[in-house]
């Protein structure tokens, strides 16, 4: 134990898979540790996770830092588009990944509610499963995991402004609750969670098991998980993304400049500010689904491909159809189509699909500028040069992007206490594009538009 105990404020980052936690020191802004943490316990079905194991993934954090240093305050990154359900056995939450089955009659009424929300109508959004759910027996929240744990650690219902957009439940131009949505689903506004800004106090830790000699310590809402990401290298660059197992971009615009397409989202970081995004389920994810088969990982992206191409709509696809009616498609293969070209065009159809969401999110951004990419994608040499082909924007990537969102939580936390810390996001390499698959690139957009049509 340390004889002196140093004052920082600290960001959690509440994933799907594991809890991330970056340690700010705030005499000199210096990050003193990144730690990760896995869960202890398991879903109860695909992609839904009892409440109590982040409950005591934070608890017992939040018990070993405070042995070691003054927390002056806590922020939260929580993955995003999560719905919370009570059950006999406790809570539940839907995480983003969580199987919904579509419901096309309805689909029509809730676009009518959701046209002020800035989200596409699909399946990922908890206000789509409100909506449609036809279970009775089942009793949803009108709120998520960030919501239930700012409540578990403060006994305040809080949210921020970029989960509560990302619901489906609120109307991004007036700031508000969707009461029309809200009344559809029968729940009331008075049942929602008080909407506040990131870096805002939404209350102190009161939690019984929780070992603590200051009781005043903040609790900062933050933002959601990618948000936060971005949040934290802003002064890096507007526009960022993410090439994990699904692959998501964003960028921050002003809300006077709001513009909103159902190809892409628009969510909200404050009464002010707003980022536009897009999101793949196919990512990494098919990458290793293609690995799995034996595909060759060794292939070289810049040789000819004989005109085969990929589409890898193994998940359907959302950004830019919301569809899940979509499916994994080559076309072009002939008599002569080897394992090589097989493999060439999975990596080009990955590499294509995020640089199509890195280019409709950054039209309004300026030429000098460059997207930060982050994720396991970064270290696949393939994938990267076919980014760095289609791509209309710089590349750039940065030291410890695993620990983006949590990094964002704890800039949340201190800017939440009056102290703006010195952002040390330090740039890794900057790549400039060589627009080598440009063609290639356009031509697998144009086809991407008609297999789209013809599968739904």
């Not at 600290?10 to 898979?17: A, E, P, R």
């Not at 309805?106 to 699909?122: A, H, I, R």
């Not at 892409?264 to 196919?282: K, Q």
């Not at 034996?294 to 004989?306: A, F, L, P, V």
Request: glycine residues 6%; charged residues 25%.
């Amino acid at each position: 134990m340390k004889n002196f105990k140093e004052s920082v404020v600290v960001g959690f980052d509440i994933g799907t898979s594991s809890l991330k936690i970056t340690i700010v020191g705030l005499s000199n802004s210096r990050i003193i540790e990144n730690i990760k943490t896995d869960y202890k316990g398991k879903e109860v079905a695909p992609g839904i996770v009892p409440v109590s194991i982040y409950e005591t993934a934070l608890a017992d954090a939040v018990n070993n830092l405070t042995q070691d240093y003054n927390i002056e305050a806590i922020g939260l990154a929580s993955q995003m588009y999560s719905l919370c359900e009570e059950t006999d056995s406790g809570i539940l939450v839907h995480q983003w990944n969580s199987l919904w089955a579509k419901d096309e009659e309805l689909e029509g009424n809730l676009k009518k509610y959701m046209t002020v929300s800035g989200c596409p109508v699909d399946t990922i959004y908890p206000a789509y499963k409100l909506f449609t759910n036809k279970d009775k027996s089942k009793k949803f929240l009108a709120y998520g995991l960030k919501e239930h744990l700012v409540y578990f650690l403060t006994k305040n219902l809080v949210t921020d402004f970029s989960c509560a957009s990302a619901s489906g439940l609120m109307d991004i131009h007036q700031v508000t609750w969707n009461k029309e949505l809200l009344k559809a689903i029968d729940w009331s506004v008075e049942k929602m969670p008080e909407i506040k800004r990131h870096n805002t106090i939404a209350g102190y830790l009161n939690v019984p098991c929780m070992n603590l000699t200051n009781d005043r310590i903040p609790v900062v809402p933050g933002l959601g998980d990618g948000i936060s990401a971005s949040y934290a290298c802003k002064n890096v660059s507007k526009v960022c993304a993410n090439l994990g197992t699904s692959m998501a971009a964003r960028a921050f615009a002003s809300k006077e400049n709001l513009r909103y397409t159902d190809r892409t989202w628009t969510y909200l970081l404050d009464e002010s500010t707003c980022i536009v995004g897009g999101i793949s389920s196919n990512g990494c994810s098919v990458l290793n689904w293609a690995e799995e088969l034996g595909m060759n990982k060794e292939c070289d992206s810049k040789k000819s491909n004989n005109n085969v191409m990929f589409f890898p709509w193994l998940h359907g696809e959302r950004t830019p159809y919301w569809s899940s009616d979509l499916k994994g498609t080559f076309t072009g293969i002939e008599i002569d189509t080897d394992i090589q070209m097989i493999s060439t065009a999975i990596i080009k159809g990955v590499g294509f699909t995020i640089a199509n969401i890195i280019n409709l999110v950054s039209q309004d951004v300026e030429a000098s500028d460059m997207v930060v990419v982050a994720g396991g994608g970064v270290y696949k040499k393939e994938l990267m040069n076919v980014l760095k082909g289609s791509v209309d924007i710089k590349i750039c990537t940065v030291y410890d992007s695993d620990y983006l969102a949590s990094y964002g939580a704890a800039i949340s936390a201190a800017e939440a206490i009056g102290i703006d810390i010195k952002k040390n996001i330090e740039v890794k390499e900057i790549i400039t594009p060589d627009f080598k698959f440009k063609d290639e690139y356009r031509k697998w957009l144009d086809m991407c538009d008609k297999l789209a049509k013809l599968y739904q």
